[in-house]
C-alpha cells in the first residue's frame, strides 16, 4: 500500500543540486529571473507569482518549493494525534461546491448531534493519546454562540491539556450576529470558554468574482479576514485554506495568497496554509473537471514559494490521498495533518481519495518515511513531541 516517490532527484529534488539543474533548462529570461530571486529567498510580487505559475516547468516549480521547505525544516515532516467532531451537517448557507452540507429538510443523511452526544465523542477517546480535537461542521441557528461556550466549557473540564481547535470563520460570523455581539467580544467568550486556536476553513477563494459564483451567501473574504486577525490579535493563532481547482484563474489563487500574506505579515498569527482540491461528487458544481495530480503539485509548490511568511504547508491527506501526499512533499509540504479518526466525513461525502480517513501513528510514520522523509510527531502549535528517525512498518505497508 505505501508508495515511495521514485522521482527525488529526478527533478533536482533533494539532491543539493536544483539550481544547477534548473539553470541548465531552456527557460525565458524573465521566468529565470523569478526562479533566481525564490531560490534566494526573497519575496516575489503577485505579477512575478504569476509568471511562475503560468510559464515555469513543473519541475522548477517543484525544485524551488523542496529548496524553500528543506532551507526551513530539513526533511522533517509534521503530524499531530487529532480528531475530528462535526457537530452537524445542516446548514443554513447554500455552497455551490459542497457535498456535505444539507438544509432542514428531512434526509437520511443529515445529523444533529446534541452536546451530550458530542461531549460523549470527545470524552471516549481521553484515553488514546490524543492531543487535539478539530470541531466544524454546518452552520445551524440553533447551535448558538451560548451552545458551543457551555460544550466547549464541559470538554475543558473533562480534559484540560487538550488542544481545542473550533469553528471556522464562517460559523463563528453568523454565530456572532445571532448573538448580537462584535468579533472581538465573542471570540473572547469562546476563549475564555476554552478554545486554544480557529482551523482555516472556510476562506474558499476571497476574489469576489468567484465568490458570488460559489458561496454568494456566507461571510465573505473582509470578514474571514478580520475574524483571524482579530483571533491573532487576542493571542489565537489559527491556519489558512484555499479552495483551488473549480473556476478560479492562477491570477485568483494568487490573490487569495496574497491578502493572506498581507495579513500575517501584520500579525504573525497564522501556523499553517492548507490548499484543498475541490472535489466534483453530489454537489452543484459536478460538471466542474477535477484538475489532474500535476495541478495539485504546481498549486502547492507555488503555495511554498508565494507565502514566504507562513512556516507550514500542509497536505490534508484524507482529502488529497494518502499517496499523492507522499509526492507531496517533494514539493514543499512539511505537514500531513494527523492521524484524524474515522469521524470526518466533509470531504469523503464528496468523493475524497480516502472514505474512511483514519490512520495509526505507525502507518501515518511510514506514509512519511517511506516518501524519504523524517516523521515528526507534534503538538497543534508545532511543538516537537517525538521524533521517529527510522522507518515505522506496521503489516499493511509490508
Given at each position: 500500500?505505501?508508495?515511495?516517490?521514485?522521482?527525488?532527484?529526478?527533478?533536482?529534488?533533494?539532491?543539493?543540486?536544483?539550481?544547477?539543474?534548473?539553470q541548465m533548462?531552456s527557460?525565458p529570461?524573465?521566468?529565470?529571473?523569478v526562479a533566481?530571486k525564490v531560490w534566494?529567498?526573497?519575496?516575489?510580487?503577485?505579477?512575478?507569482?504569476?509568471?511562475?505559475?503560468?510559464e515555469?516547468p513543473?519541475?522548477?516549480?517543484?525544485?524551488?518549493a523542496?529548496?524553500?521547505r528543506e532551507?526551513?525544516?530539513?526533511?522533517k515532516?509534521?503530524?499531530n494525534?487529532?480528531?475530528?467532531?462535526e457537530p452537524?451537517?445542516?446548514?443554513?448557507f447554500?455552497?455551490k461546491?459542497c457535498?456535505?452540507a444539507?438544509?432542514f429538510q428531512?434526509?437520511?443523511?443529515?445529523?444533529?448531534l446534541?452536546a451530550?452526544q458530542?461531549?460523549?465523542?470527545v470524552?471516549?477517546?481521553?484515553?488514546?493519546?490524543?492531543?487535539?480535537?478539530?470541531?466544524?461542521?454546518g452552520v445551524h441557528?440553533k447551535?448558538?454562540?451560548a451552545?458551543f461556550e457551555?460544550?466547549?466549557?464541559n470538554?475543558?473540564?473533562h480534559?484540560p491539556e487538550?488542544?481545542?481547535?473550533?469553528?471556522t470563520?464562517?460559523?463563528?460570523?453568523?454565530?456572532?450576529?445571532?448573538?448580537?455581539v462584535?468579533?472581538?467580544?465573542g471570540?473572547?467568550?469562546?476563549q475564555?470558554?476554552?478554545v486554544?486556536?480557529?482551523p482555516?476553513?472556510g476562506?474558499?477563494?476571497?476574489h469576489?468574482?468567484?465568490?458570488?459564483q460559489?458561496?454568494?451567501?456566507?461571510?465573505?473574504a473582509?470578514?474571514?479576514?478580520q475574524?483571524?486577525?482579530?483571533?491573532h490579535?487576542?493571542?489565537?493563532?489559527?491556519n489558512c485554506?484555499m479552495?483551488?481547482?473549480?473556476?478560479e484563474?492562477?491570477?485568483?489563487r494568487?490573490h487569495?495568497?496574497e491578502?493572506?500574506?498581507?495579513?500575517?505579515?501584520r500579525?504573525?498569527?497564522?501556523?499553517?496554509f492548507?490548499p484543498?482540491?475541490?472535489r466534483?461528487q453530489n454537489?452543484e458544481?459536478?460538471?466542474?473537471a477535477?484538475?489532474?495530480v500535476t495541478?495539485?503539485l504546481?498549486?502547492?509548490?507555488?503555495?511554498r514559494?508565494f507565502?514566504?511568511?507562513?512556516?507550514?504547508?500542509?497536505?490534508y491527506?484524507p482529502?488529497?490521498?494518502r499517496?499523492?501526499?507522499q509526492?507531496?512533499?517533494?514539493?514543499?509540504?512539511?505537514d500531513l495533518d494527523g492521524?484524524?479518526?474515522d469521524?470526518t466525513?466533509?470531504?469523503?461525502?464528496?468523493?475524497?481519495?480516502e472514505?474512511?480517513?483514519a490512520l495509526?501513528?505507525?502507518?501515518?510514520?511510514a506514509?512519511?518515511?517511506e516518501?524519504?522523509f523524517?516523521?515528526v510527531?507534534?503538538?497543534?502549535l508545532?511543538?516537537?513531541?517525538?521524533?521517529f528517525?527510522?522507518?515505522?512498518?506496521?503489516?499493511a505497508y509490508a
Amino acid at each position: 500500500m505505501g508508495v515511495k516517490p521514485s522521482f527525488e532527484g529526478s527533478y533536482g529534488i533533494g539532491n543539493g543540486n536544483g539550481r544547477a539543474l534548473y539553470q541548465m533548462l531552456s527557460l525565458p529570461d524573465a521566468v529565470r529571473r523569478v526562479a533566481d530571486k525564490v531560490w534566494e529567498g526573497k519575496r516575489i510580487t503577485v505579477e512575478e507569482g504569476l509568471l511562475l505559475y503560468s510559464e515555469a516547468p513543473l519541475a522548477v516549480l517543484g525544485t524551488l518549493a523542496n529548496h524553500l521547505r528543506e532551507k526551513r525544516f530539513g526533511k522533517k515532516t509534521f503530524f499531530n494525534r487529532n480528531f475530528h467532531l462535526e457537530p452537524t451537517n445542516r446548514c443554513v448557507f447554500d455552497c455551490k461546491f459542497c457535498s456535505y452540507a444539507r438544509n432542514f429538510q428531512p434526509a437520511e443523511d443529515a445529523w444533529e448531534l446534541t452536546a451530550e452526544q458530542m461531549l460523549h465523542e470527545v470524552l471516549r477517546r481521553k484515553d488514546q493519546g490524543f492531543t487535539e480535537v478539530h470541531i466544524v461542521g454546518g452552520v445551524h441557528p440553533k447551535m448558538s454562540l451560548a451552545f458551543f461556550e457551555e460544550l466547549i466549557k464541559n470538554i475543558r473540564l473533562h480534559w484540560p491539556e487538550l488542544h481545542i481547535k473550533a469553528f471556522t470563520a464562517v460559523e463563528l460570523e453568523y454565530m456572532f450576529r445571532k448573538a448580537r455581539v462584535s468579533e472581538d467580544e465573542g471570540l473572547r467568550r469562546l476563549q475564555a470558554a476554552g478554545v486554544n486556536s480557529l482551523p482555516g476553513g472556510g476562506a474558499e477563494i476571497f476574489h469576489p468574482d468567484i465568490r458570488n459564483q460559489i458561496c454568494a451567501d456566507k461571510a465573505d473574504a473582509v470578514q474571514w479576514l478580520q475574524i483571524h486577525e482579530t483571533a491573532h490579535r487576542l493571542g489565537m493563532p489559527s491556519n489558512c485554506t484555499m479552495l483551488y481547482g473549480h473556476v478560479e484563474t492562477y491570477y485568483h489563487r494568487l490573490h487569495h495568497m496574497e491578502l493572506l500574506r498581507q495579513l500575517q505579515d501584520r500579525t504573525g498569527g497564522f501556523n499553517c496554509f492548507i490548499p484543498l482540491k475541490f472535489r466534483n461528487q453530489n454537489n452543484e458544481m459536478s460538471a466542474v473537471a477535477e484538475v489532474p495530480v500535476t495541478e495539485d503539485l504546481r498549486c502547492y509548490a507555488m503555495a511554498r514559494i508565494f507565502l514566504d511568511n507562513i512556516p507550514h504547508l500542509k497536505a490534508y491527506w484524507p482529502m488529497i490521498g494518502r499517496h499523492k501526499a507522499q509526492l507531496l512533499l517533494s514539493f514543499g509540504v512539511d505537514d500531513l495533518d494527523g492521524t484524524i479518526d474515522d469521524t470526518t466525513r466533509i470531504y469523503s461525502m464528496a468523493g475524497a481519495e480516502e472514505q474512511h480517513p483514519a490512520l495509526s501513528t505507525d502507518e501515518l510514520v511510514a506514509l512519511i518515511s517511506e516518501a524519504g522523509f523524517e516523521a515528526v510527531e507534534r503538538d497543534s502549535l508545532y511543538g516537537e513531541l517525538r521524533r521517529f528517525a527510522a522507518p515505522v512498518r506496521p503489516k499493511a505497508y509490508a
